[in-house]
């Protein structure tokens, strides 16, 4: 008991520095990153060239010895790197389209830590990732919906209503992809993808979720035709 007493400080003061360390990070990377999807080529480009074999090279530290779900997260990565490419050079709301994602991504990682903190409650997926529950997963819907409106609004593009319907669905799409990296963790035995940014661990626990609603915003895309979700 004195020993766990006497931990409680120390596991406080390092919850405390890896917050500090993941908002540096994010105040460093977020403008940067923000900046490349503003002006598009090259810079978006040139993220895209050094991110993906970081990407990749994650991927196959998770997935040793299981070579069928190497090959599909290979093809699946590559698909989200030409997903991202594909939308934002498209002519007339290509920058639109990847910053209405982000903000949707962004705003449900953010709502979903901040309610599940606060609210608690059943478990989401515990035998996946423990930390994550059910009012986490409602409160990342919700923040979705207001950032895909937000963005919606901002720009002068589609409809309020319909963005934030879209958005909580897309909170959805990247929770399942937040899980499915989450159970390579957890099968490979390791707390993080790596060790590039941090306080945030490897760069696939940054964007994993936005790799899946890159995939599904470009298909939907293709089948809808058009410039969905706009039109």
Known sequence: MAASAADAPV???????????????????????????????????????????????????????????????????????????????????GRETIIWIVAC?????????????????????????????????????????????????AFGLGHTFTLAAIGAGLAVVGQMGDLFESAAKRRAGVKDSGTLIPGHGGLLDRVDGLLAVLVVVALTRLIVGGGWPWT
């Open 105 to 153: 991504i962004w705003a449900t990682d953010i709502g979903a830590y901040a309610v599940g903190r606060a609210a608690g409650g059943a478990k989401l997926a515990p035998r996946i990732s423990p930390g994550k529950t059910w009012s986490g997963l409602f409160g990342g819907m919700a923040w979705a919906a207001v950032a895909s409106s937000a963005v919606g609004y």
């Open 11 to 93: 596991g406080r003061v390092r919850r405390h520095r890896g917050l500090v360390l993941r908002i540096l990070s994010a105040v460093v990377l977020g403008p940067l990153v923000l900046a490349a999807i503003w002006f598009g080529f090259p810079w978006i480009d040139l993220v895209a060239a050094v991110a993906a074999p970081l990407l990749l090279s994650e991927w196959i530290g998770l997935t040793r010895g299981r070579p069928l779900l190497r090959l599909f997260t290979i093809a699946y990565t590559l698909a989200a790197v030409v997903a991202l490419l594909w939308l934002r050079h498209q002519p007339g709301d």
